[in-house]
C-alpha cells in the first residue's frame, strides 16, 4: 500500500478525502498519456456539450485545473484545444458518474479486500504498515458513522467507492511508505501536546481589534481586521443592529464556476473604507418588512384587530354582533368590568389555524389543558374572541373540538406509552396480588397502536394541509378559501366521522375487559400497554380483534363507510401478527418437544390461540391433548365465561383445521417425510392486508374473511392430511388391526371368541366345585396360555397376533362368577398397536372397548348356563314331576327369549350395522382427526347401543339384574334336580347311577319337590346288581363341571317371584328403549329396533 490510504485517516480524514481533488489522486503521467493520445478530430466531430448536471457543474473547475496541470492548455494560450480537452474530461467524468466508475463495491468486500492487505503485510514481515492500515482504516470507518449529512461532499453510501478509489491508486509500499508507516504508530503511541487553547487572559492582553479572532467582525471581509480603526471610522463604535448591515443582501446568489476571469474584488482597505457609509435605504425596507410581519402576529399581546370595535349593533354586519353584546352586558354590571375594549379579538381563520394546532396536539391560544388531566381539553378562559360569535356561541363550538382533542389526545398518550415500552429494555413487573399474572405487553397490542398511530399521522396532515391551504389563500396564492369554525367542524366530520371516538371506545372496552371492570374513564387507557391482569395474552388479543371487527360490522350496517373504512384498516394491521403465527404454525408445523434437549424446544406466543401442554411425542395423547386450542384456566376465566375459546372471531371457524394443519405438518417433518407435496408451499406466506387485497374480498363481511382464509388454508390441510393417511394406511396397516380389534373385542368373528368363552366357562364351572384344587380361572397365565391355544387352532386367517394380546384380570377375586355376571367386569384385554395408530386407539379408546368386550362376554356367560339346562331320562317318580319340571322349563323359556333377543339386538342393530356405516366413513377421512372423530363417533354409538353410556347407565342395570337372574336360576335348577344339566361345551356323557359312596353323599343334599331315592347302604358296588335295582329310575345327564347349590325356602314362590321381577326388567329396558328411539342420538334407530322386539313379551 502507498501512503495515499494512510493520508487519509486522522480526525478529518473523509473531509480530507473529500476535498482532495481528482488530479492529486490519479498519477499525472497516466491522464496525460490518454489525453494526448486521444484524437482531437475525433472529438472535434463529435457535439460540444455543456455541463447539465448539478454534479457536472460542481466538478467543472476542478476538470479546467486539470486540464491546466496535465496538459499546459489554458483558454488564453490556446482556446480550441483547450475546449476540445474540457468536452472530452466532461463527457468520461459523466459516463464514469452514471456507472459509479465501474462495478460498484459494498463495505463487505472492502473489509475482505483490506483484511488481504493486512495479511500479505504481516507474510512480508511488515507489521508496523499492517498495524498502521488497520488503525487507519479503523478510524475511517468510525469516522463514517457521522456520515448523516446527505449535502456532504462524501456520504455513507458512497464510502465504499472512495475506498475502492484509494485502493485501485495505491502502489507496492516503499521505503517512504514504511517509514511514513513508523512515523505514524508513534504518533499514536505518544501524541504530541495540543496547542494552548484561547483564553480571555490572551485576548485582553493584544491589541484592540487585533489578532486572527477578530477576522470578519463587524461584517469585515474574511481575513481582514480593523488596524488602526480608530483613524478610518469617525470614532463612533458600528452599530451591532441587523439592519444597518449590506452583508446581507437579499439578491445574494450563489455564483456558479465560470470559465472566463472574474473581475478583481477590491483591496482590504477599500472595503473598509466603503463600510462607514451604510445603505439606509435597505436597512429601512427590512424594517419595513419586519414590522409588516410582526402587523400579522396575533398572539402578541399588543396586537388589535383592524375592525372597529365601537360599532353599534347592524344585523346587516356579523362582525358588531360579539362586541354588541359585550359592550351590553358590561353596561348592566355595576363596575363595568367587562367590554370590548378590554377584550381581545381576533380573525376567524387566524382562530381556525389555532383550532388545528390544538387537534394536532400543539399549545395554542384557543384550547387548553385540564390542569388535573392534561389529556383533558377544555375551551381556554383566556382565549380572544371572534367578533361575529357571542361568547356562549364561541364555547359552544370550541367545547367541540375541545372534546374531539381530548379524544386525540388519549389516544396520542396510549400509542406513545406503548412506542416507548417496546424500545425499552427492562420488562413490566408483574402484579404481586396474584400469582397467575400477566403482562398486557404483547404483539398485537403493538400492531394496534401502530395502526392507530398511523390513523393519527393521516389526521395531522389532514389538518396540515388544512393550514396550508389557508396560509396559501391568505397570502393570494391559489384559489380563494371561505374558512369558519363551523366549516373546520363539518369538515373533520366528513373526512374522519366519529373514527377517534370509536378507536378510544375500543380502548375503553379492552381496558375494561382487562380489568374485569365496567369503570374505566377515558384517562387510564394509556395504562393499558403496561398493565399485569389476570387475563391470559390470547384471550387479550381475541377480545381486542373481536372487538375491532364488531365495530366495522356495526359502522358498515349504519352507513358510515369513512369509519367504517378507518377501522377496517386498523383491524387488519392488528390482526397481522396472529396472521403471521397462524403462517408459522401451518407452515412449518408444530414444535416437537424432545425431552432430551429441553434447550433447543420450541415454544408458541402466549398470544396464540394454540397452547402446548408439553406432552411427549410418544404419550398416546399426544395428538389429542398434546396442542389443543386455548382456553381459560378455571383460576383465570371469570363467572360464566369459564373454558371459553381464545380464538379471534374471524378464525374461530376455521381454528380447527388450523389446528389439525399444523399437527399433521409436524408429525410429518419428524417422520422425514417431504412437507407439503404439491400444496403452494414456495410461495411467500402473504400479509392479511395483501391476502384481502388480491381477492378484492371486504373485511367488514367476517362470512367472506372466513371463507377467504379457509381457502388459504385449504391446499395445507389437503396435502398434509392425504400424507399423513396414506402412512397410516400403508406404512402401519391400519385396515388389519382395524379388523383385528374389531374381531377380537366386538366378537365380529365369533368363532375363535367363542371357544374362548367356553374354554373360560369351563374353567369357572369346574372351579366351583369348593374340593378342586386346580389353577383358578384369573389367573393370568391361565388366561394368556389358553387364549393363545384356542387362536392357534382357530386362527386359519392369521387375523389376531398373540403377541399383540394381553388378558389379565384386574377385579376381585372374591366375586364369584357362579353367582354373579358382574365378576366379568374385571377382565382386561390389551391390545398393542404401533406408534402413529396410538394416536387412534387411545387408553380411553381400549377401555370403551373392554366394557364392550365385558358386556358381551357377560351375555355368553348367562346364555351359556341357560343352555346346560336340560334333563334326559325317564321319570318314575310320579306326574307330579312333570309339573314341576314345565314351571322349570318355562322360566328356563322366557329367560332364553329375552337373552337371545338382547343378543340379536346387539349383533344386528348395533354391532354390524354401526360397523359398515363406520368402514364407509372411515374411507372417506382425509385426515388423521377425521379419523379420530369418525371412529370416536363411531364407538360412542356403539357404546351407546350396548347400554355402557353414562346416559344409559340405568338400562345397562337392568340388564345386569336379568342376567344375573340367569345364574340365580341355573343354580335353583340344580338344587332341584341334583345338577341335572348338559355341559354344551364338550360332548354329552351319559352316566349310570354310580356306585361311590360320595355320589351318594351328593344325592342326600339335593332338595327338591321330587321324593328322593332310598338307597341302602348295603348296596353293592357292582354294576349289575345296581341296574336291576333301579330299572325304571331316570337317567339323569350329569356335567362333570357342575356346581351344587343348596337353596332352602318355597321353591314354587320364588320362581314365581323371579318371573315377576323378570317381567318388571323387561318393560323397563322397553320404555327406556322407547324413550331413546325418540331421542336425537345416533343411536336411536337400533334403540326402536330393540323396542319394537321388546313388544312381544306381553303378547
Known amino acids: 500500500m502507498s501512503t495515499a490510504v494512510l493520508n487519509t485517516v486522522g480526525p478529518s480524514s473523509l473531509s480530507r478525502v473529500a476535498s482532495t481533488s481528482i488530479f492529486q489522486l490519479i498519477p499525472a503521467p497516466t491522464i496525460q498519456r490518454v489525453i494526448r493520445k486521444t484524437s482531437f478530430k475525433r472529438v472535434l466531430a463529435t457535439p460540444i456539450t455543456r455541463f447539465s448536471t448539478k454534479q457536472s457543474t460542481r466538478l467543472a473547475p476542478l476538470c479546467q485545473k486539470l486540464i491546466t496541470q496535465v496538459t499546459g492548455l489554458t483558454l488564453e494560450n490556446d482556446e480550441e484545444d483547450f475546449r476540445i480537452a474540457l468536452d472530452f474530461v466532461s463527457r468520461n467524468l459523466e459516463h464514469a458518474t452514471a456507472t459509479k466508475g465501474g462495478p460498484s463495491s459494498d463495505m463487505a468486500t472492502m473489509d475482505r479486500r483490506f483484511h488481504g492487505f493486512l495479511e500479505k503485510s504481516r507474510i512480508q514481515s511488515n507489521d508496523t504498515l499492517a498495524e498502521a492500515l488497520e488503525i487507519s482504516y479503523r478510524k475511517v470507518k468510525d469516522s463514517a458513522k457521522k456520515l448523516t449529512n446527505i449535502d456532504g461532499d462524501i456520504k455513507l453510501a458512497h464510502l465504499p467507492d472512495h475506498l475502492q ?9 516503499a521505503e517512504s511508505t514504511l517509514k511514513h508507516a513508523d512515523a505514524y504508530i508513534e504518533a499514536i503511541r505518544n501524541p ?7 483564553t480571555w487572559k490572551d485576548i485582553l492582553a493584544e491589541e484592540p481589534f487585533e489578532g486572527q479572532h477578530w477576522e470578519g467582525v463587524y461584517d469585515l471581509p474574511s481575513g481582514s481586521t480593523v488596524e488602526g480603526w480608530e483613524n478610518t471610522s469617525d470614532g463612533s463604535t458600528p452599530s451591532l443592529s441587523p439592519w444597518d448591515d449590506d452583508s446581507d443582501d437579499l439578491d445574494d446568489n450563489d455564483s456558479l464556476p465560470c470559465t472566463e476571469d472574474a473581475p478583481s474584488s477590491p483591496s482590504p482597505v477599500e472595503r473598509v473604507s466603503s463600510y462607514g457609509q451604510p445603505n439606509l435605504s435597505l436597512s429601512y425596507q427590512h424594517r419595513r418588512v419586519v414590522e409588516e410581519l410582526q402587523a400579522r402576529q396575533y398572539w402578541r399581546e399588543e396586537w388589535r384587530t383592524d375592525a372597529d370595535l365601537s360599532r353599534p349593533f347592524n344585523l346587516g354586519d356579523a362582525s358588531t354582533l360579539g362586541p354588541s353584546l359585550s359592550r351590553a352586558l358590561g353596561e348592566r354590571t355595576t363596575l363595568l368590568i367587562d367590554g370590548p375594549e378590554r377584550e381581545k379579538y381576533i380573525n376567524e381563520h387566524d382562530a381556525v389555524r389555532e383550532v388545528l394546532m390544538c387537534l394536532q396536539g400543539r399549545k395554542n391560544l384557543m384550547i387548553t389543558s385540564n390542569p388535573r388531566f392534561p389529556s383533558l381539553m377544555r375551551p381556554s378562559p383566556s382565549a380572544p374572541r371572534l367578533a361575529h360569535l357571542t361568547l356562549a356561541s364561541q364555547t359552544s363550538i370550541l367545547s367541540s373540538f375541545a372534546q374531539l382533542a381530548s379524544t386525540v389526545s388519549h389516544i396520542r398518550k396510549f400509542t406513545s406509552t406503548v412506542f416507548s415500552n417496546v424500545f425499552s429494555t427492562s420488562d413490566p413487573p408483574l402484579s404481586s396480588m396474584h400469582l397467575l399474572s400477566h403482562n398486557t405487553r404483547s404483539q398485537t397490542i403493538e400492531a394496534f397502536a401502530d395502526a392507530v398511530d398511523s390513523q393519527l399521522q393521516k389526521f395531522d396532515r389532514w389538518c396540515a394541509d388544512k393550514e396550508e391551504r389557508i396560509c396559501c389563500a391568505h397570502a393570494g396564492l391559489g384559489n380563494r378559501l371561505v374558512v369558519s369554525l363551523l ?4 369538515d373533520v366530520r366528513d373526512a374522519f366521522s366519529v373514527t377517534f371516538d370509536l378507536l378510544l371506545a375500543i380502548l375503553r372496552e379492552l381496558m375494561g375487559y382487562v380489568m374485569q371492570s365496567d369503570n374505566t374513564s377515558d384517562e387510564e387507557v394509556w395504562l393499558l400497554a403496561s398493565l399485569s391482569s389476570r387475563v391470559p395474552p390470547a384471550a387479550v388479543t381475541a377480545h381486542l380483534l373481536d372487538t375491532c371487527l ?10 358510515n363507510n369513512i369509519a367504517a373504512e378507518a377501522l377496517i384498516e386498523v383491524f387488519v394491521r392488528s390482526a397481522q401478527p396472529v396472521w403471521a403465527m397462524v403462517g408459522r404454525w401451518v407452515g412449518d408445523g408444530m414444535p416437537v418437544r424432545d425431552t432430551w434437549e429441553a434447550s433447543d424446544n420450541q415454544t408458541l406466543d402466549e398470544e396464540f390461540f394454540i397452547e402446548d401442554h408439553e406432552l411427549p411425542l410418544m404419550d398416546p395423547d399426544f395428538w389429542a391433548d398434546g396442542y389443543v386450542l386455548r382456553t381459560w384456566s378455571d383460576f383465570e376465566a371469570p363467572t360464566g365465561d369459564m373454558k371459553a375459546l381464545s380464538v379471534p372471531v374471524f378464525l374461530e371457524r376455521i381454528a380447527d383445521r388450523i389446528l389439525e394443519t399444523g399437527k399433521a405438518v409436524g408429525l410429518l417433518r419428524v417422520l422425514g417425510i417431504p412437507l407439503l407435496d404439491g400444496a403452494d408451499s414456495d410461495v411467500h406466506w402473504p400479509s392479511l392486508a395483501t391476502l384481502i387485497g388480491q381477492h378484492k374480498r371486504d373485511a367488514s363481511d367476517p362470512e367472506g374473511l372466513a371463507h377467504l382464509i379457509f381457502d388459504k388454508i385449504a391446499p395445507y390441510y389437503t396435502s398434509s392430511g392425504s400424507q399423513l393417511t396414506q402412512v397410516l ?12 380389534i374389531e374381531g377380537l373385542y366386538l366378537m365380529t368373528r365369533g368363532d375363535i371368541i367363542g371357544h374362548f368363552a367356553d374354554v373360560l366357562f369351563a374353567k369357572a364351572s369346574v372351579l366351583s366345585i369348593p374340593m378342586n384344587s386346580q389353577q383358578h380361572w384369573q389367573d ?5 396360555s389358553a387364549f393363545r391355544d384356542v387362536v392357534d ?9 398373540t403377541s399383540l394380546v394381553r388378558l389379565s384380570y384386574r377385579g376381585s377375586k372374591a366375586t364369584v362368577i357362579a353367582q354373579t355376571v358382574k365378576a366379568l367386569d374385571g377382565l382386561l384385554v390389551e391390545y398393542a398397536v404401533p406408534f402413529l395408530l396410538a394416536y387412534i386407539f387411545t387408553p380411553r379408546v381400549f377401555s370403551i372397548y373392554g366394557s364392550i368386550f365385558a358386556f358381551l362376554l357377560q351375555i355368553r356367560r348367562a346364555k351359556n348356563v341357560l343352555e346346560r339346562i336340560l334333563v334326559r331320562g325317564e321319570i318314575r317318580s310320579g306326574r307330579h314331576m312333570k309339573h314341576e319340571l314345565k314351571v322349570f322349563y318355562a322360566m328356563r323359556g322366557k329367560l332364553s327369549w329375552f337373552i337371545n333377543t338382547l343378543l340379536n339386538f346387539l349383533t344386528t342393530h348395533v354391532l354390524y350395522s354401526q360397523l359398515a356405516i363406520f368402514h364407509e366413513n372411515f374411507k372417506r377421512a382425509e385426515s388423521l382427526d377425521e379419523m379420530i372423530k369418525i371412529h370416536n363417533d363411531h364407538l360412542d354409538t356403539i357404546q351407546r347401543g350396548c347400554l355402557l353410556h353414562p346416559e344409559t347407565s340405568a338400562l345397562h342395570r337392568a340388564v345386569l339384574s336379568a342376567l344375573d337372574m340367569c345364574l340365580h336360576f341355573s343354580n335353583i335348577f340344580v338344587s332341584f334336580s341334583g345338577d341335572n344339566t348338559h355341559d354344551i361345551s364338550q360332548l354329552s356323557i351319559v352316566m349310570k347311577r354310580h356306585r361311590s359312596r360320595r355320589q351318594r353323599r351328593i344325592r342326600r343334599d339335593v332338595i327338591g319337590f321330587s321324593t328322593p331315592e332310598i338307597i341302602s347302604d348295603d348296596e353293592s358296588d357292582d354294576d349289575d346288581n345296581h341296574d336291576e335295582t333301579v330299572g325304571n329310575a331316570p337317567e339323569p345327564s350329569f356335567s362333570l363341571a357342575a356346581s351344587v347349590t343348596s337353596y332352602e325356602g ?6 314365581d317371584k323371579l318371573s315377576s321381577e323378570l317381567d318388571d326388567v323387561v318393560r323397563f329396558v322397553r320404555r327406556g328403549s322407547e324413550a331413546w328411539a325418540g331421542s336425537m342420538s345416533r343411536a336411536a334407530p337400533a334403540f326402536g329396533a330393540l323396542a319394537f322386539a321388546l313388544e312381544d313379551w306381553d303378547s
Open 165 to 173: 478509489l484509494l485502493a485501485l491508486l495505491s502502489a507496492a509500499p
Open 192 to 198: 504530541p501536546e495540543p496547542p494552548p487553547s484561547l
Open 487 to 490: 366549516g373546520l367542524e363539518k
Open 550 to 559: 364488531r365495530s366495522v360490522e356495526e359502522q358498515s350496517s349504519l352507513g
Open 729 to 740: 394406511t400403508e406404512d402401519c396397516d391400519l385396515s388389519r388391526h382395524i379388523a383385528a
Open 780 to 784: 393370568f397365565h391361565f388366561l394368556n
Open 793 to 801: 387352532a382357530n386362527n386359519a386367517t392369521k387375523y389376531i397376533e
Open 1050 to 1055: 318355597d321353591l314354587p314362590d320364588h320362581l
